[in-house]
């Protein structure tokens, strides 16, 4: 079977909710975390999950996007996002 990662691993998924067991949270490494699609895809199942995602990647508080402060000439990067108005929800 050859295919993406992300792909087989839906696949094995829907392969073990057909044993009849409860739904459980689905927890991932980040080579399934970057993949937007297969969040859709779980969210889609209506699946819970908890997923890594790589240092670099941005987040969104709804239609809002997180925006990486600016980066001095000198010194340390920023670790920080800049949300405009809005504030992170927790």
Known sequence: MAGAKWRIGL???DGVRTWGLED???VADAGYGRVSEFRDE???RLLRYVLAVDEGMGCWLGDVPAIRRRHKTTGRPLTSYEYGDHRPLS
Do not use: K, M, Y
């Open 11 to 13: 696949d094995l998924i």
């Open 24 to 26: 459980q949270p689905v």
């Open 42 to 44: 779980l969210a889609q």
